[in-house]
């Protein structure tokens, strides 16, 4: 377990003339790869929800850059809604109780939901999510995840479409933070061990 001082880790702290890509120790997913597993995907749930005008629910802040590429490569009617969940806070670790930040704008009843995430680790997010959603009656609950993290699992839960299986390891980028940073990596890494020690 990697263990925190936020207080530290203030805005700017990093900033100054060093670049965020100087603090990420491996690539683990390029951009390349990302950008075309992307295609796979949408390609898949093209054919999969052909006619059917699926809901296509990201989960904030992480979905994001995801969702925004996924579902230009989804080659059908679609609509979109987006729900904001925490159940990390500032922490590398679930608390294990998953927060409502903001909730859905539209009905799930009789609708086919596709839930978009970035990841799946320990699973709480999304059976928390699925149960929601179902209780809400929608027709269907999928789940396309772009990283599956299985080691961390501590519910069982099995996402219909993976874009890339990941290790046992904290991974930033490509909408995945530490402290609300590196979202906005192009693709997806490890960072330095010193990074959490500042
Ligand atoms: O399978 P789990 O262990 O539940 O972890 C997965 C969730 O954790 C992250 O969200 P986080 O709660 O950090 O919020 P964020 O997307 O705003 O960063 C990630 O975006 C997933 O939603
Ligand atoms: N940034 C980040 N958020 C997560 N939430 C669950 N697992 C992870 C992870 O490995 N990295």
Redesign the pocket.
């Known amino acids: 377990m990697v263990s925190l001082t936020v207080s530290k880790f203030l805005p700017g702290r990093l900033g100054g003339q060093s670049s965020m890509h100087d603090e990420i120790k491996e690539v683990l997913i390029s951009e390349e790869a990302l950008q075309e597993k992307i295609k796979d995907l949408g390609k898949q749930l093209s054919e999969d929800y052909q006619d059917r005008f699926p809901l296509v629910v990201g989960?904030?802040?992480?979905?994001l850059p995801f969702m925004a590429d996924l579902i230009k490569r989804m080659d059908i009617h679609l609509e979109i809604d987006l729900m904001?969940?925490?159940?990390?806070?500032a922490s590398t670790v679930?608390s294990g109780e998953?927060k409502i930040?903001k909730d859905l704008d539209t009905s799930l009843e009789g609708r086919d939901v596709i839930i978009v995430?970035?990841?799946?680790?320990?699973?709480?997010?999304?059976?928390?999510l699925v149960q929601l959603f179902k209780h809400r009656n929608a027709n269907s609950v999928k789940i396309v995840t772009l990283l599956d993290?299985p080691t961390?699992?501590?519910v069982d839960i099995k996402p219909d479409l993976t874009g890339f299986i990941v290790p046992d390891a904290f991974v930033v980028g490509y909408?995945?933070?530490y402290i609300?940073r590196y979202?906005n990596l192009p693709y997806i890494g490890v960072l330095k061990p010193e990074v959490y020690e500042k």
């Not at 904001?84 to 806070?89: F, K």
């Open positions: 989960v904030l802040k992480g979905a904001a969940v925490s159940s990390y806070g679930s998953v930040i995430e970035d990841i799946i680790d320990s699973g709480l997010t999304l059976s928390y993290k961390g699992r501590k909408g995945l933070d609300e979202r």
